[in-house]
């Protein structure tokens, strides 16, 4: 069977699974099974004509007008939007998996409902990253962001998710107006919205430069970038954990795609500038995310701000990549953008087995906080596990994934720096040691996540109480757990085939990335890597000490004992362990002009003879500086521009009348210059 036709038996099935839940809305159990096992199929035949196209490099072009007869609806797929296929359709397999069993949860709330959006919500994707027309991008993009709006909005009876939803879909829509600014100005040139006459689009310098700015700031709205973000940390915690698992994992990535897709395919990256941008905001964003991600409490917040980092990387590999193609060079031009794309797909699958396992927590002891957890690695070991390889991936240890795509990253800034560009190499110098600083911050962030989540002892009844989530949940997590495993030690072999989509992006050759089982970065100068060297390396280590303890029988070992923690002549007690708050301390105090945080102290003034007089209650929260200093003032001044508007309606018709008057005889005097 044609790719063709798989294609559109994907988008088919993902409609009929939306109809379907909606028609069985009031039967829970039933909605839910259909919805995810039809988007379960979709997904798997969205891999069936992804992959070869993404080996093959051999795309094909649908007409579908007769389908939506409003405009002209061409699918044009090539190595990219295959690519993208692939990644959204890995996501949502796991996904469904895992919801079979997860969104029992939501019995009695309308799982038909949310059934039905999440089909059309990865449906859009699917076709926001595979039509050929400016039209209908717009069209599907607006569909995605209604689509994943209510999903964030769903718990209607939680004022944070109204709050979140209403958020998200401001800071959406005004990205999506800057994103049609762009399409409008490059088809202003080509008299088409047809993306194939995007790329020969006689466009002037100034016009170019505009086109990208309005794409990038638009784009950036939706992927995340600082300062753009303030959606991005409310909505992700307030859906639910299977639908933030889409979101930060696929969604915001579609914002990636629309960068590269106008910025390097329609525009041609033209200006050395373009990239110096993108690769600042990519390190700004990665840096501060990471530092915001360490002093939350609520673990899908955290995670949710590390999303923000993790675009920030892939934005510093696309920026190297734009560098290299504005000043003609074609080694960095493929690397980074390789690295940017290898980021990609890598975080899709981490940072979703991250949500994965925040929802399995939630799914039994409905706390994400974690100063309410602890533990949790006894009662749920296999969600611990999992969770686990997730944390390691997303710290970039070897041989997961996560390393990988940091290790190119690295070497394309390297690449970039040797440059004769004075600005390019001080850039990419600073670049480096934001990335590095970054690294060191995110396996502090995880050692943190994980250790007061589900290492010590439980702190709550919740934790206390809690058991192993149902085996389709742990399947949809382990699916992700070997997608994982397979992309950092299977680097070797993959490598060829991202070089070979960044290079079909610029069109140029592919740049060598491995040979047998070692990475090089075309350079071998630059260093090699084996990550199947790595991980027998890793796990002789692990099971050296293990063969030794069964050889001498644990010779030597001392007596155990199973005491409590002396706690100063108190009673001993879970409290009194490290609390996530603590254990950031040291950076809030370090960075406290960042964090500015806001603190309160309830109950009576000590001195050094009242010792242990009444209770004290103390509370200190990191203020968002966008927040305050950005946002907020922007509301404001909305609101009293608003308020002066106000006075125009006067309630008088006859008032109403003149002003479109005076408005047509406007527009007829513009029409007639």
Known sequence: MAAGQFFVISILLYAAGAGASLLLGKVDRYANYVASVAALFAALTGMAWA??????????????????????????????????????SLLTAATSVYSLSYLEEYSGKGKGLLGFFMNV???????????????????????????????VSFEQEKKESINAGLVYLIIAHVGTALIMLSFLI?????????????????????????????????????????????????????????????????????????????????LGASDWWWGLVVLI??????????????????????????????????????GAGMLGAALDQPVLAVLGLMAGLYHLINHATFKGLLFLGAGSVLYRTHANNMEQLGGLGKRMPITALAFLVGA?????????????????????????????????TLAASVVIVMLA????????????????????????????????????????????????????????????????????????????????LIMYPAISSQGTLSTPLIAVLLVGLVTLPLLLVLLWGGFGAGKRMDEAPWACGFTYSSRMGYTASSFAQPLRVIFRAIYAPNTRVKGPRFTSRSYFEGRVHYESHAVSLWENYLYKPLVAAVMRTGTRIQKLQAGSIHLYLLYIIIILVGFLLMATR
Not at 59 to 73: E, R
Not at 121 to 149: H, K, P, Q, R
Not at 241 to 260: C, P
């Open 51 to 88: 992959v070869p196209v993404v080996a093959g490099g051999d795309g094909f072009t649908l007409d579908l007008t007769g389908f939506i007869p409003i405009a002209k609806l061409i699918i044009r797929v090539d190595q990219l939007s295959a690519f993208m296929t692939l990644a959204i």
């Open 121 to 151: 919500f990865v449906g859009s994707m699917i076709l926001v990253v595979t039509t050929g027309d400016a039209f209908y991008f717009l069209f599907f993009w607006e569909l995605m962001t209604l689509a994943s709006y209510f999903l």
């Open 186 to 266: 490059i088809a202003s040139k080509t008299g088409s919205y047809d993306f194939a006459t995007f790329k020969e689009a006689p466009l002037s310098d100034g016009l170019k430069t505009l086109a990208f700015i309005m794409a990038f700031l638009g784009f950036g709205a939706k992927a995340g970038i600082i300062p753009l973000h303030i959606w991005l940390p409310q909505a992700h915690p307030a859906a639910p954990s299977n639908i933030s698992a889409l979101m930060s994992g696929v969604m915001i990535k579609t914002a990636i795609y629309g960068i590269i897709r106008v910025a390097v395919d329609f």
């Open 281 to 318: 905001a990519g390190a700004v964003s990665a840096v501060l995310g990471v530092m915001y991600a360490l002093v939350q409490h609520d673990l899908k917040r955290l995670l949710a701000f590390h999303s923000v980092e993790n675009i920030g990387i892939i934005l510093m590999g696309v």
């Open 392 to 424: 390691a991936a997303i710290s970039a240890l070897p041989p997961f994934n996560g390393f990988v795509s940091e290790w190119y990253t690295y070497h394309s800034l390297f690449l970039a720096a040797k440059l004769g560009n004075w600005w390019v």
């Open 437 to 516: 600083f970054t690294g060191a911050l995110a396996v502090m962030c995880f050692v943190k996540a994980y250790g007061v989540t589900f290492a010590g002892s439980a702190r709550s009844h919740y934790a206390e109480t809690a058991r192993e989530v149902p085996s389709t949940m742990i399947a949809g997590m382990f699916i992700l757990v070997f997608a994982i495993i397979a992309l950092g030690i299977g680097a070797p072999w993959l490598a060829p085939y991202f070089s070979s989509i960044a290079a079909s992006v610029l069109n140029q050759p592919a740049v060598p990335a491995s040979s047998g």
